[in-house]
């Protein structure tokens, strides 16, 4: 019975010495071993590489014990000088382990070819949405004496004109290249007078000149103040008298009412007093309105 005992004893220690062992062991790898194998608790934050340069960037990471690769395909930006970092992964300020490699897009030397589409015939409109998609851009538009407002008469590439029987032949040009326009104007050769806006105020003249489908062009204030010398023709000979004028009326025009103008031309105005002076007429006659007591010009 003692001998029984005795061996189960025996027996029990050894289980207990093999569990005690069995849980050192999986203390040492988890606690021991594995974090210095993974460095774990060593963390480091991801700095931001977009804009670096290329030769820069061993220098930069290996100071901040972090790896690097360059993917395959390579991006393109016109905003950033060849060889730059243009992606990362992981992203900047990003938390990751020492040793790390960082997955890095640099900007291509020169910018990728793409086949230059055809933008005749259709609108403007149109042709802004299809350069986008290709990565190209708008140039200059220029208009021209044609019906059709806003339809594209001419595409033109380096100041060179290109039709689209050309283009359908597959012209290459460098991503982000500008594309100038010819586009009609609507009225053909049709020319329209020029609005007499002589005598009116600035405002009213604004609101004539672009009813009239025109652009305002230069605000020229004549005086200092609202007595201008005026020269005048009578059986007399020529005369000098001095005419006072309201602060703002239109003095003079360029082009003259006995000219014509096409549409989307622009007319620049001569006016009396100060810019000063018109902006307080401008808030004088606001608060007058805002009071009740509505304004009408003769």
């Given at each position: 019975m003692?001998?029984?005992?005795?061996?189960?004893?025996?027996l029990l220690?050894?289980?207990?010495?093999?569990?005690?062992?069995?849980v050192g062991l999986v203390l040492f790898f988890f606690y021991v071993y594995l974090p210095g194998l993974t460095n774990h608790?060593?963390?480091v934050t991801v700095p931001n590489l977009e804009g670096v340069q290329f030769e820069e960037l061993d220098e930069f990471l290996t100071k901040r014990n972090l790896r690097y690769t360059i993917t395959e395909d390579s991006g393109y930006s016109e905003e950033h000088p060849p060889q730059v970092v243009l992606q990362q992964t992981p992203k900047a300020y990003s938390k990751?382990?020492?040793n790390r490699k960082i997955y890095i897009t640099l900007n291509r030397v020169s910018p990728p070819t793409v086949r230059m589409p055809c933008l005749v015939d259709g609108s403007i409109k149109n042709a802004q949405a299809v350069l986008k998609s290709y990565g190209l851009?708008?140039?200059?538009i220029k208009y021209k004496a044609a019906l059709g407002v806003n339809s594209v008469l001419e595409q033109l590439y380096n100041d060179e004109s290109y039709d689209c029987e050309?283009?359908?032949k597959g012209i290459l040009i460098p991503k982000g290249s500008k594309i100038d326009l010819i586009a009609a104007d609507g009225f053909g050769k049709k020319r329209l007078p020029v609005p007499d806006l002589i005598g009116k105020s600035l405002d009213e003249a604004e609101f004539t000149i672009i009813g009239s489908g025109l652009n305002l062009g230069a605000v020229i204030f004549?005086?200092?103040?609202?007595e201008i010398l005026v020269e005048t023709n009578d059986s007399t000979g020529v005369s000098v008298e001095v005419r006072s004028y309201e602060i703002g009326e239109v003095l003079d025009q360029k082009?003259?009412?006995?000219?014509?103008?096409?549409?989307?031309?622009?007319i620049d105005l001569w006016v009396s007093g100060t810019r000063e002076a018109y902006e307080e007429k401008l808030k004088q006659d606001s608060i007058a309105q805002a009071e009740g007591g509505a304004l009408f010009y003769e």
């Open positions: 003692k001998l029984y005992a005795k061996s189960i004893k025996g220690i050894q289980i207990l010495a093999f569990i005690a062992i069995g608790g060593e963390i990751v382990k020492e851009r708008l140039g200059e050309d283009i359908e004549q005086k200092e103040n609202d082009p003259g009412v006995e000219q014509t103008i096409r549409i989307g031309q622009t």
